[in-house]
């Protein structure tokens, strides 16, 4: 154990191979923080003037009228947590139904389950776009928000399936005979057990809402952008003349939150790829 | 309270699993149901529980008829065979368990729960995990859990079985003292024979869904009602011997046995020679070799060929000096030897 631990001679070419490999990844996202705090002149890789400019869109508004970064943010946010919470809370009940209650149809939700995972839902997305102007929700934050939770779901029930079927039958069956009722048995017992995955979900899905660009891009394309993705995406479709320091300022700007949970979440987060088995 | 299982019939989809069972258990009595793996046992005692449907025969607690009643309303305790103690639960909430759910106050449930606790020798133990816990405290924590609420029957299945050898011992004997003390009905599920007869005033003796004994353990250890039962119990088992009747009794290879009595003309039957009653000394000599010793300390058990063919048991008090390959000619006492007819009745 000691002799793999401690890098000997017979791992530095490894090393070295794996740090040439990963050289162009680390000169890049160098560049992506240097470009957003300096000027280079065209041509150049060196830069030659510090400036706080690229940031300027923290300040207020690109242009008259536009959307303010901060409101963007918001609209982001607010979207991020409603999906996940909604997932997550719908996930945390049907799973517990699929995988303990002796429903109706449970063998043709669980199938539907594992073909939803699979399918490339985003080939749903004209069927999505007629339902959504039927419903009048075409073109609102809420729209976009069931869709993406919509699309969530297979996952979330699937994940939530594998943490509640490890929680041993016994433990609800001593609960009954202790005489408390399913619903107090799932809410005081079984939801215990899950806590990890349930975290886990709410993080995940949390996450996904945050990067989520295509189902905003279609669903809500109004004149200003409604979240920080098809804003992004706004900045260098806009003009003949793309800036592409303010658009790595804006990445930053939009990716920190994502980086910041990753880092204090990073052992929940790895619960799920454990598929609950732990619990 | 005294528990009445009356035609109880159980079916999963269209196998009947339990046909028309009947069990009446004591006052305060504890009743061992024992049989092999998947005879039952299980499905019986969830169905006692209420955790199983009933799709036949009442259920009976005292004058009460059970059978449709849900588990909640039961009032019954189950100690499972992996404990099921509740995990993000120390041990004082998890035996508090059941008094919560019925709206007990706070004090009622500390004081009922440090009176079982002490009951159960954990009083100590009270704000740990089960985690933290070993096999024989979690295992007195989830019988303190079915005692706390004054159950009509407490349910144990299988609650030794992950325990090693010694403190499946002394469990057992804790398990009992709890039951006497507490005047309880009682009933184990168990395949072991031993757990069965040293912890129970009477035991059950399943196979393939129905009782085919009901007796107290040395009544069933000395009169067995069949061939399975004779086979089930004892330990090292019972051995069988072809054998005919006619005038007199001889073994199928030709040894004669001595007068047949009760048995004279019934043509082919099978004996019953518990390892106890073969050996130097007992009964008409028979010819045989020994084929194998198995030292238990205390005593060696002696596997022997008889020289017309068919093989006895013997268990004899260690330092006889026998070893395998020597010729014996150690006999049968024949006044403990049990007889059955060809299907396995009891003659
Ligand atoms: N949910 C179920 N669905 C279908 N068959 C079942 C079910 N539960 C049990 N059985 C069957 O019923 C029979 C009795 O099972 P049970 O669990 O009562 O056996 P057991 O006597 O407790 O055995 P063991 O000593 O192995 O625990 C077995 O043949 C089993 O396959
Ligand atoms: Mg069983």
Known sequence: MQEQRAPNARHWPLIAGLVALSAPLVVMYLYQVIDTVTTTPPGSIIPDGVTLGHWRFLAGPLSEGGPSVWSLAGNTLVFATCTALVVTSVSVTAAYALSRLNMPGRGFFLGGLIVLHAFPTITLIVAVFLILQYMGLYDTLTGVILVKVAFELPFGIWIMKGFYDSVPWEIEMAGVTDGADRFTVWRLLVLPQVQPGLAALLIFSFLSGWSEFILPLVLAPANAPQVLATYLAGIIADDRFADFSLFKAVSIFYALPVLAIYMIFQKKLMNIYGGGTKG | ?347
């Open chain 2, 1 to 347: 309270m005294r528990l009445v299982l009356d035609g109880f019939t159980k079916r999963f989809g269209d196998t009947t699993v339990i046909d028309a069972l009947d069990l009446t258990v004591e006052d305060g009595e504890m009743i061992a149901l024992l049989g092999p793996s998947g005879c039952g046992k299980s499905t019986t005692l969830f169905a006692i529980a209420g955790l199983h449907r009933v799709d036949g025969g009442r259920i009976l607690f005292g004058e009460r008829d059970v059978a449709q009643v849900s588990a909640q309303e039961r009032n019954v305790g189950i100690v499972f065979q992996n404990y099921a103690l509740y995990p993000h639960m120390t041990v004082a909430q998890n035996i508090a368990f059941p008094l919560r759910v019925r709206g007990a106050s706070v004090a009622d449930m500390d004081r009922k729960v440090r009176e079982i606790a002490g009951l159960v020798q954990i009083g100590e133990l009270l704000e740990r995990k089960p985690a933290q816990l070993s096999g024989g405290q979690q295992q007195r924590v989830a019988l303190a859990r079915a005692l706390v609420r004054k159950p009509d029957v407490l349910l144990l299945d299988e609650p030794l079985a992950n325990l090693d050898a010694k403190l499946r011992m002394e469990m057992r004997s804790e398990i009992r003292r709890v039951q006497l003390e507490t005047g309880i009905t009682a009933i184990l599920v168990t395949h072991d024979q031993v757990e069965a007869m040293s912890m129970c005033d009477r035991i059950a003796l399943m196979k393939a869904g129905g009782i085919v004994q009901i007796a107290e353990p040395a009544e069933m250890y000395d009169n067995p009602a069949d061939r399975y039962v004779a086979g089930f119990l004892g330990n090292p088992p019972i051995a069988f011997l072809d054998a005919v009747s006619d005038d007199i009794l001889r073994l199928a290879g030709g040894a004669a046995l001595g007068a047949a009595g009760t048995l004279q003309g019934l043509g082919p039957i099978a004996l019953g020679v518990r390892p106890e009653h073969y050996g130097p000394g007992k009964g008409v000599p028979l010819d045989g070799t020994v084929i194998m010793l198995e030292t238990h300390g205390r005593e060696d058990l002696f596997e022997v060929e008889l020289a017309g063919g068919g093989r006895l048991r013997a268990i004899l008090p260690a330092g006889s000096g026998v070893r395998p390959g020597t010729t014996v000619d150690w006999g049968i006492d024949m006044t403990r030897v049990f007889a059955f007819s060809p299907e396995g009745r009891r003659l």
